[in-house]
């Protein structure tokens, strides 16, 4: 992640600072969203642990519950993706398991020169992250 | 099997990494970790020592000669990999022993991601790995010493999730739970008919023009950002 930052640099919309001499706006591109299943569940840093396992919870149990369901986490929140896995098969007293899958996802970062004088153009950086994938079901028979 | 053990809390408040035990008690907020670490310092209280406790290797059936990467928060990757992958590519008439054909990667707490990365990484260069990805809990006791008078000491228990993952070179059970082919069209993949996993050996377009002198963290392909 990008550290580095100095304060002229800082405009409300960027979320990242760069750190280039030419001046530049960083913006992160959102990766590419996926067509959802109903039991398909992405994690995040920014809605409450709690509520995000209880919804996992909701998913499984119940009249109408999946057999499985498949929690997503990208980045920081591969951390937490394994918490809530681990946390439901806790609770289930060991019906459930786990399968976990790895991949990379590739993202990538819009770079806009802050002022529409300067010499620049938008450019744009890849950069490759880490994201996991645990399948967590009812093990037949 | 309670795995909320904790023999002494911290001033009262929940470590950051129990998310176990606060799911289950009344409504606290989980205290960010830094927020833990300044009130752990303010009170005057040092992390002295950190030992993980041994749990038994989660992969049945796998030959004890094996090599095994343990992943900390502070390793490198750059260190990581050179090591795994001189021993892994090292094929001149090693190709019949078990140790060059299975690596295990295994980390937990914040080293997970990058032990996650460290294996993608592994699977691009050397490609046709066979995976078995793992989960547990695994315990961790920790010392903390308070900075003045140092009369009083603490330890911690915690249980934090860790990730444990088998890549080989021969083909694994298909059928046991974590398992993943090196082909990166899996049925998981196919229904959404996206392709965002890189095909191992092929390249990104180079497309970015600002000098590797003016940015610090300039990654050209082949970077990994975490």
Excluded at chain 2, 199 to 219: D, V
Aim: proline share 7%; aromatic share 6%; charged share 25%.
């Amino acid at each position: 992640m990008l550290a580095h930052c100095t304060d002229d640099r800082k405009t409300p919309e960027c979320s990242t600072k760069s750190m280039d001499p030419v001046e530049y706006t960083l913006r992160k591109r959102l990766p590419r969203k996926l067509p959802k299943r109903r039991n398909d569940v992405y994690i995040n840093m920014k809605t409450d642990f709690k509520a995000q396992l209880a919804r996992c919870q909701k998913l499984l149990d119940g009249g109408a519950g999946h057999k499985e369901i498949c929690i997503h986490g990208l980045g920081l929140a591969i951390n937490r993706a394994i918490n809530i896995a681990l946390q439901l098969q806790a609770f289930s007293q060991g019906a459930l398991q786990l399968a976990a899958n790895t991949s990379t996802v590739e993202l990538v970062d819009d770079l806009e020169p802050e002022d529409p004088d300067e010499a620049g153009e938008p450019l744009t950086r890849t950069r490759n992250n880490s994201a996991i994938h645990i399948k967590v079901f009812y093990p037949n028979a | 099997m309670d795995l909320r053990d904790e023999c002494v809390t911290f001033k009262g408040e929940k470590a950051p990494a129990d998310h176990i035990s606060s799911a289950l008690l009344a409504p606290k907020p989980l205290p960010s970790p830094s927020t833990a670490l300044k009130q752990g310092l303010a009170a005057g209280f040092k992390k002295v020592l950190r030992t993980e406790e041994d749990s038994p290797s989660p992969f049945p059936g796998v030959l004890p000669g094996i090599l095994e990467m343990r992943v900390k928060e502070g390793s490198k990757i750059r260190n990581l990999m050179g090591f795994a992958m001189a021993r892994m590519q090292s094929e001149s008439g090693d190709s019949g022993r078990a140790g060059l054909r299975q690596v295990v990667f295994a980390g937990s707490g914040r080293a997970v991601t990058k032990t996650i990365t460290c294996a993608e990484i592994m699977k691009r260069k050397v490609g046709g790995l066979y995976q078995l990805t793992k989960l547990q809990y695994k315990g961790v006791q920790e010392v903390w010493e308070s900075q003045e008078g140092g009369e009083s000491e603490m330890t911690v228990h915690r249980t934090v999730p860790s990730i444990s993952i088998l890549l080989s070179k021969d083909p694994l059970d298909p059928l046991e739970p974590g398992y993943q082919p090196p082909e990166t069209q899996y049925a998981l993949w196919e229904e959404r008919g996206g392709a965002d996993v890189l095909q191992p050996g092929e390249k990104r377009p180079f497309k970015n023009n600002i000098s590797e002198t003016h940015s610090k963290r300039f990654c050209p392909q082949g970077g990994v950002t975490l």
